[in-house]
């Protein structure tokens, strides 16, 4: 396929309410110092880093399920990101660099206005060790970045807005799921969502039900959102993260995902997201991220560093 270069605009999401394992507001700034920017520039493409989304926390909402924590943090949020995404995305393609994965709420609800607007179907991909498919109503823990899936396909989310255009279910593809809460299940039961967990992937390989999601994708002139969280890879490949999950995607696997996104010419829009690094290993998991958004944006294999990991004498 013929190389295309894209307006890619750096989203900051610092965002830390969604989850209990502190460290992911410090996602932006590692993307950034593991040169986001200079790879996404050395593929030819045009890179303006829009800074960190500002957040205005508003008055503390009434909720039902007494183990939600942050709400006014993760409603404010939600809030600024959705503006941020709408607007990017009448610009070029959108990159928000996380923040925990409750940034989601905001980034894919600024694209489905956005793909309204311009009357396109918006598609999910999933890219996640879990489904995200709680509710406020029905998480136990209480943590918001257990809930994006459920919002974007417009399960009742009070105290949260509407969603502004849910998508259908079967325009969403959970991919590598393989932790699932009881609750999560029965509601996923009653959708019509496309679940390729890690058996799944096992017995088909990755290319064959990923091509079929893209393909519906292609058809219907659709734009695709990519979610993709650090634990959809496996801990060892992938450390930094505070919900680690055996048994994910390979360090090949991953990289495969992002080449066949490339090669389909569909992604519209991304979230990088659960990056840790205070749970990191010499900027591992962060190199490793902004090197599969790199393949995502065009770099082949043999395009590929080595890097040394040892500590500088």
């Known amino acids: 396929m013929t190389q295309t270069f894209l307006d890619c605009l750096l989203i900051g999401a610092p965002v830390d309410s969604g989850q209990k394992v502190p460290g992911c507001l410090m996602g932006p700034a590692a993307y950034r110092t593991a040169g986001i920017a200079r790879v996404l520039e050395s593929l030819g493409h045009r890179v303006e880093d829009l800074g960190d989304v500002t957040l205005r926390i508003g008055a503390e909402p009434a909720c039902?399920?007494?183990?939600?924590?942050?709400?006014?943090?993760?409603?404010?949020?939600?809030?600024?990101?959705?503006?941020a995404g709408q607007e990017a995305s009448a610009r070029g393609l959108p990159i928000f660099m996380g923040g925990d994965h409750s940034l989601s709420l905001g980034s894919v609800a600024g694209i489905a206005a956005y793909a309204k607007s311009v009357d396109r179907p918006l598609f999910v991909l999933w890219l996640d060790a879990h489904s995200d498919f709680h509710t406020p109503d029905t998480t136990g823990s209480g943590s918001l970045h257990g809930t994006p899936v459920a919002y974007l396909a417009g399960r009742p989310f009070a105290p949260f807005p509407p969603f502004p255009a849910p998508v259908p279910p079967q325009n969403i593809c959970l991919f590598g799921i393989r932790s699932v809460d009881p609750a999560e299940h029965a509601a996923l039961q009653a959708h019509d969502i496309a679940i390729n967990d890690m058996r799944v992937l096992d017995e088909q390989g990755i290319v064959a039900p990923l091509q079929a999601f893209l393909d519906r994708v292609e058809e219907a002139n659709g734009l695709l959102?990519?979610?993709?969280?650090?634990?959809?890879?496996?801990?060892?490949?992938?450390?930094?993260?505070?919900?680690?999950?055996?048994?994910?995607?390979?360090?090949?696997?991953?990289?495969?995902?992002?080449?066949?996104?490339?090669?389909?010419?569909?992604?519209?829009?991304?979230d990088l997201v659960e990056l840790n690094p205070f749970l990191d290993e010499r900027g591992r998991t962060a190199h490793l991220m902004v090197d599969l958004l790199a393949s995502l944006m065009g770099r082949k294999v043999f395009d590929r560093p080595t890097r040394s990991y040892r500590a500088r004498s």
Request: hydrophobic residues 45%; negative net charge.
């Open 225 to 270: 959102h990519v979610s993709l969280d650090v634990d959809f890879m496996d801990p060892m490949v992938a450390p930094a993260v505070g919900t680690t999950v055996p048994g994910g995607a390979t360090f090949r696997e991953a990289h495969l995902v992002m080449e066949l996104l490339h090669e389909s010419g569909l992604v519209t829009s991304i």
């Open 64 to 83: 039902d399920n007494p183990a939600i924590h942050h709400l006014a943090e993760t409603l404010g949020w939600t809030e600024a990101l959705a503006k």
